[in-house]
C-alpha cells in the first residue's frame, strides 16, 4: 500500500496529523529494490508516453526548504529519458514577469503531447510565500484559486496529466537538516540567513499549504502529501503514485504505436521494392 | 591520453581518415571505471560552476541518425545537478521559428551563468541538412558559418564556455544500428525510412561535416570528433573532455564561493546574536 497520502477537493486536511517519519513499513533495502522496480516501469510507461504523443505529464513539486525536492526529481529523473523530460525551477520572479499574470511564466513550461515537465516549485508559490508574506494582499491571491484550478483544467481536457506533490517533513528534521549544513566546513556558501528567517513562519505556511492543497485537488489534478523524513521512503511513494497514475493509459498507448509501426513497416516495404 | 580529437580553425581536416572504432585503447571493465572517476570530478566541478555563477557551460551534440547523440547526453546527465542542467533538442524548426533568423530560436536555449545547457543538434543543423538538401541557396547558407562564429564568440565574451562534440560512427555501423532495430519486433514504431533514405546522403553530409568543423572552430569554441562507434570509449572521451576544459576554471570559482561562504556565516552569526 501506498505511503502516499492523496488529497480530495475540499476536504478536511490536518498536515501536523500526517507523520513525516512515515516509511510505508519498508526498511532501506527493501526501498531500495522496490525503487528499481518501479523505475523500470516507469521508464517503459514515460517511452510509452512520449512515442505515442497522446498525452503530456505535469508533475509539480512543493515543500519547503530542505524538504528534499531536488533529491525526489532527481529519482525520478533517473528512470527518464532525456528526450523527453523537462525540468523547471521557478524561483523569485524577475520584473518581466511580475508585469504579467502569475500564471504566464508558467504556463510556457506546460508539457507538450509525449513530453513530460517537472516543475521545482511552481505556480502554488503565489499561493504560499506570497500569501505568508503578504506580497500581495488578500483579495488578489484569494482569486488565485480558482485561476489555478481553471488552468490546470484546460491543461487536463488537453490530455495532460497532472499530479502533484508536496514533500511533507517534521519542524525537527529541519532544523538538523540546516545545522548539518553547517558543519561542513567547505560548503559554507550554501548557508542563507533566509532559511532560518523563514522557519519563524512555519504555521503560516502550514496554513496556506493546507488551503492551497484542498482548494485545489480535483479529481483530474491531485495533491499527494508525500512524508519525506525518510528519503528512500518518500521516493517510493512517489515513483508508487506516479506508476499506479500511468498504467491505465499504457492500453491505448499501445494501440496507437501498433498503428504507427504498421505504417513505418509498409513504407520500409515500399521503399526496398523501389530499390 | 583522450580520444577526443580537437580540430582547429581552418585545419584540413578528413573525416573518413578518423577510425570510428578507436578506443583510446581502454577495454570495457577499464573504461567503465575510467567513466565513473571522470564523472565524479565531473560532478564536483559543475557543482562549483552553478553556485559560483561565474560562468554558463554550452554542450553542443551532432552526428548522423544513430550516431548516439542520447545515449552520450545520458552520460553527462547521470553526473549532472537538476538543478543547473538543461538540455534542448532541436527538431524540425516551426513556422514561427522559420520566420526568424536561424539563432533566434537557439540564443534562446544560451545557458545562462551558472548553468549548463546541452544541445541536442544545435544551429549547425542549419549548415549540414540545410545544405545537403538545399532548403535554402548557398548564398543563404554560406554566410551562416560567420554567423555562427560571431554568435559564439559574443557568448564565450561573456563568459560561456563552449564544447562541441561530433559523435562520428561508421557507414557499416550505422546500417548495424538500423538493422538492429528492424529485429526488435515491439519497437516496430521506432522505424523511419528517411533514415534509409538520409544514407544516400553520406558522402555529402561527410563534406557539409568537414566545412562546419573546419571553418568552426575558434580556440574559444573548439569541435572534437569522437570516435563512436564504440560506446564506453565515446563516453569516456566526451567526459575526459569537459573536465579538462572546466579544470582550469576551478580555482577562481572556489575563491568566489568562499567570499560567499564568508558572507553568508557573518550574516548568520548577526542575526543569532540579535536574537
Redesign the interface.
Known amino acids: 500500500m501506498s505511503n502516499a497520502i492523496r488529497i480530495s477537493q475540499n476536504q478536511k486536511l490536518s498536515l501536523k496529523s500526517i507523520d513525516p517519519e512515515a516509511s510505508g513499513g519498508l526498511n532501506k533495502e527493501d526501498a531500495k529494490e522496490r525503487i528499481q522496480e518501479l523505475g523500470n516501469e516507469l521508464e517503459e510507461l514515460q517511452e510509452l508516453l512520449s ?1 505515442s504523443g497522446m498525452n503530456g505529464l505535469l508533475i509539480v513539486f512543493q515543500g519547503r526548504d530542505t524538504a528534499g525536492k ?1 533529491g525526489a ?2 529519482s525520478v ?1 533517473n528512470f527518464s ?3 523527453t523530460c ?2 523547471a ?1 521557478f524561483k523569485v520572479p524577475t520584473p518581466l514577469e511580475l508585469s504579467h499574470d502569475f500564471l504566464w511564466r508558467i504556463h510556457h513550461n506546460a508539457p507538450a503531447k509525449g513530453s513530460i515537465s517537472i516543475f ?1 516549485r511552481s505556480h502554488y508559490e503565489d499561493v504560499l510565500v506570497v500569501r505568508v508574506h503578504e506580497f500581495v494582499p488578500k483579495d488578489i491571491w484569494g482569486k488565485r484559486y480558482d485561476h489555478i484550478n481553471a488552468w490546470e483544467k484546460l491543461l487536463t481536457d488537453s490530455g495532460t496529466i497532472i499530479l502533484k506533490f508536496m514533500l511533507h517533513i517534521s519542524f525537527e528534521e529541519q532544523e538538523q537538516q540546516l545545522l548539518d549544513r ?1 558543519k561542513e566546513v567547505e ?7 533566509q532559511d ?2 523563514e522557519r519563524e513562519y512555519w504555521d503560516k505556511y502550514t496554513e496556506a499549504y493546507e488551503d492551497a492543497l484542498t482548494m485545489c485537488s480535483p479529481e483530474s489534478a491531485p495533491w499527494f502529501v508525500i512524508p519525506a523524513n525518510k528519503k528512500s521512503a518518500r521516493d517510493v511513494a512517489i515513483l508508487e503514485t506516479i506508476v499506479e497514475t500511468l498504467r491505465p493509459y499504457k492500453k491505448s498507448w499501445l494501440q496507437r ?2 498503428a ?3 505504417k ?2 509498409e ?2 516495404r515500399v ?1 526496398r521494392e523501389e530499390k
Do not use: P, Q, Y
Not at 187 to 193: D, E, F, G, R, Y
Open positions: 512515442v531536488e526529481i532527481k529523473l529519458s532525456v528526450r523537462n525540468v525551477a521545482n553547517e560548503k559554507a556558501w550554501k548557508l542563507n540567513v532560518w528567517r504505436l501498433e504507427i509501426g504498421a513505418a513497416k513504407e520500409l521503399f
